[in-house]
């Protein structure tokens, strides 16, 4: 049975109580985590600041939906996705997905995966403050083209 855990939230998260959660089975051999920050260069544009928006429910469902894609498609044991809103800069840290399995392969694909839809999928907004000024960033090609090898 996969244990899974979403929280969508403004404080900060602690990548390893998420790690102890995930591995802490003695079953687990693999356990994968990625944690994606804010870059201080964006479409050439240096970056201070990320603003997030979401909708509460359509956020949580959509994450939802993707964890259990995952889950259907490969063993895992524990699945954590953290995604932060509100206010961020440079440097701080936007997401932690992470996922033990029995083994590595698993983890792997079923972490990429869970990024990938949740990069194109979920419903967030997100407003840049450049050095020229402030702008919503647009879904990219490069983003739809991960999508297509799943």
């Known amino acids: 049975m996969c244990e899974i855990q979403i929280a969508v939230q403004e404080q900060e998260f602690d990548q390893n109580a998420a790690y102890h959660w995930l591995s802490e089975q003695s079953s687990v051999g693999a356990t994968v985590i990625f944690v994606g920050k804010v ?74 995966f869970i990024m990938d839809f949740l990069k194109s999928r979920a419903p967030f907004w997100k407003k840049e403050q450049t050095d020229k000024g402030e702008r919503w960033i647009e879904s990219r090609d490069s983003d739809q083209k991960a999508l297509a090898r799943w």
């Open 39 to 112: 870059r201080d260069l964006n479409l050439g544009d240096s970056v201070s600041s990320l603003y997030l928006e979401h909708y509460p429910a359509m956020t949580e469902k959509a994450l939802s939906e993707i964890v259990e894609q995952a889950k259907a498609r490969w063993d895992i044991q524990r699945i954590s996705v953290i995604h932060r809103v509100g206010q961020l800069h440079t440097g701080d840290e936007i997401v932690l997905v992470g996922v033990s399995s029995a083994h590595r392969g698993d983890a792997y694909q079923a972490n990429e």
